[in-house]
T-cell receptor
Framework: KAGVTQTPRYLIKTRGQQVTLSCSPI?????VSWYQQTPGQGLQFLFE???????NKGNFPGRFSGRQFSNSRSEMNVSTLELGDSALYLC????????????FGNGTRLTVT | GEDVEQSLFLSVREGDSSVINCTYT??????LYWYKQEPGAGLQLLTYIFSNMDMKQDQRLTVLLNKKDKHLSLRIADTQTGDSAIYFC???????????FGTGTKLQVIP
């Protein structure tokens, strides 16, 4: 079974631009969560989607948004990029919301210059 | 709020046992997880334990849970150089309905 696939692996953007990251979950998984990983803040929860609806959201500004499609694939978007948005963005999928563990992709490394 | 704490660094000799500790605060935690992250990669699920269990063993890995003290540990027997990585504990709790990760423990295995 294929794992969680995140594209692209690397991105370099300029301050003020926007970016869209993509995540394809494991087949059959309906929940997708996004995390931001930085050396200073560690792993911070961004949001979770289940059945195309955002079910939970972390403490990030409105510039961070996401969506989930009917095939469970998910995208996250960051608008008006800031230098501090440079991070590894990790997507994880799980069968459902409560009783199954998260399975992570290899992440998208975003660098904002 | 939810909080998961780990020590930052652990160094062991190859062949010894490693014990990585974690404390959490959410008393509604139902599942507790251990993940491994190697450089340039995402997080790999190692094992997990349900909150009504005290112990779980999976080959070289042993997880101990003390729910009263909200303390979780991961023991790696016969530690190998390939075990060098950052290890994260995480918990899913009913209070916040999300998986919260610890700060990560960097395990260095000395040959």
């Amino acid at each position: 079974k294929a794992g969680v696939t995140q594209t692209p692996r690397y991105l370099i953007k300029t301050r003020g631009q926007q970016v869209t990251l993509s995540c394809s979950p494991i087949s059959g998984h309906r929940s997708v969560s996004w995390y931001q990983q930085t050396p200073g803040q560690g792993l911070q929860f961004l949001f979770e989607y289940f059945s195309e609806t955002q079910r939970n959201k972390g403490n990030f500004p409105g510039r961070f948004s996401g969506r989930q499609f009917s095939n469970s694939r998910s995208e996250m978007n960051v608008s008006t990029l800031e230098l501090g948005d440079s991070a590894l963005y990790l997507c994880a999928s799980s069968l459902d919301r409560r009783n199954s563990p998260l399975h992570f992709g290899n992440g998208t490394r975003l660098t904002v210059t | 709020g939810e909080d998961v704490e780990q020590s930052l660094f652990l160094s062991v000799r190859e062949g010894d046992s490693s014990v990585i500790n974690c404390t959490y605060t959410d008393s509604s935690s139902t599942y507790l997880y251990w993940y491994k992250q190697e450089p340039g990669a995402g997080l790999q699920l190692l094992t997990y334990i349900f909150s009504n269990m005290d112990m779980k063993q999976d080959q070289r890995l042993t997880v101990l849970l003390n729910k009263k003290d909200k303390h979780l540990s991961l023991r790696i027997a016969d530690t190998q150089t390939g075990d060098s990585a950052i290890y994260f504990c995480a918990e899913w709790g009913l209070s916040y309905q999300k998986v919260t990760f610890g700060t990560g423990t960097k395990l260095q295995v000395i040959p």
